[in-house]
């Protein structure tokens, strides 16, 4: 496993586009999303992947969501769930290096919760574990520009489980999650807790795509020196066989008395007429509608969002709005002419 992102989206339905991108861009194995907003009758997968769904039952909003890619090994966990109505949750175990790794995703609707409603479900899955998801908490360990005095009473308890727990915060401080829609201000409310064997995972966030939430990229850092350690596979061509021929004839063979010295020059001059194969994302997928004018728009709705941001004036926020809807109708039309990756 490489990758595990978290995305509070803030309706699924009307960011269908942006999903689309990010699973084309980052290639997560698990996606764990917050706020999908979907109801029982609404439709939602995803070639590759496996939707495993908890929607909210009464009134609008909330809901989560994983999604897991076909290759992955994994088993739903059944969580006794005494405070739905204060914080929604889900969790799966998937097998990680052999053995099974435990995944909660939380969503905490602005409640003050208190630690025994979070070690609640924390406990409930076993170790190592990996906690993510939108806790709306405030603290001064994870947002060290925050007044202290401003701290919540859920980021108080969430403070207190990881001191009094086998638990660590990988989100790095002050790594900021979310964008006030009114004074553009910054916010660290997406947390990414985790038992000690997992410091190794480096938490960071993704492109802006219209959502007050930026998404959660969680990577684990020893696949990726797995992948760059494995032998490299030389990529053979007729004209550099040709080439490798004829710089083996014009070499004198007789000359050479060991084998290492044999080895060496074969490995010299195939470095000279032969390339290795990048196996790093050598299965992602085409995007062929995605074209110069979806980069444009893209540019000039970030261009917007730095600027609001700098100056959070009403006209900023103004034209930055109508940029996010102008992006989702480009982006969507394009889509739509070429092939979906998210069905509906």
């Known amino acids: 496993m490489n ?60 809901g989560l969501a994983f999604c897991i890619k076909n290759d992955i090994q994994f088993r739903p966990i059944i969580l006794s769930d005494r405070y739905r109505n204060r914080i929604e949750t889900s969790g799966i175990m998937i097998n990680y290096k ?12 602005c409640n003050n919760l208190n630690t025994e409603e979070i070690d609640y479900y924390i406990n409930q899955i076993g170790d190592p574990k990996i906690i993510i998801g939108d ?13 202290a005095k401003l701290a919540n009473k859920t980021g108080k308890s969430i403070f207190e489980i990881i001191n009094q727990n086998n638990i660590i915060v990988l989100t790095p401080p002050g790594l900021t999650t979310r964008i006030d829609p009114q004074s ?49 596979k030389w990529r053979y061509t007729e004209e550099g066989w040709n080439r490798f021929q004829k710089e083996l004839t014009d070499k004198d063979l007789d000359n050479i008395t060991s084998l290492n010295e044999l080895i060496d020059l074969l490995k010299d001059t195939g470095l000279k007429c032969f390339k290795f194969e990048n196996n790093i994302n050598k299965n992602k ?24 941001r700098k100056k959070p004036n009403k006209e900023n926020q103004i034209d930055y709005k109508i940029l996010v809807i102008k992006t989702r109708q480009i982006i969507e039309r394009k889509e739509n002419r070429g092939k979906n990756f998210v069905q509906h």
Not at 6 to 23: A, D, F, H
Not at 200 to 228: A, R, W, Y
Not at 286 to 303: A, H, S, T
């Open 184 to 232: 553009a201000k910054g916010t660290t409310i997406d947390l990414v807790l985790a038992t000690p064997s997992l410091a190794h995972f480096e938490v960071e966030t993704g492109p802006n795509l219209g959502s007050d939430h930026f998404p959660i990229i969680i990577k684990d850092n020893n696949h990726t020196k797995d992948i760059l350690s494995k032998e490299k």
């Open 135 to 147: 806790f709306n908490a405030h603290h001064i360990c994870w947002n060290p520009k925050l007044n």
């Open 98 to 109: 052999n053995k099974w790794l435990n995944v909660l995703l939380m969503y905490n609707p």
């Open 285 to 308: 997928p085409n995007k062929p509608w995605w074209n110069e004018r979806c980069k444009e728009i893209v540019k000039l709705r970030n261009r917007a969002f730095n600027k609001w």
């Open 3 to 62: 990758k595990i992102m978290l995305w509070n989206i803030r309706s699924i339905q009307n960011k269908k586009s942006e999903l689309n991108y990010l699973i084309y861009k980052e290639q997560p194995e698990i996606i764990g999303i917050c706020e999908t907003w979907l109801k029982g009758k609404d439709k939602f997968s995803i070639p590759n992947y496996q939707i495993l769904r908890k929607d909210r039952i009464e009134h609008t909003g909330g």
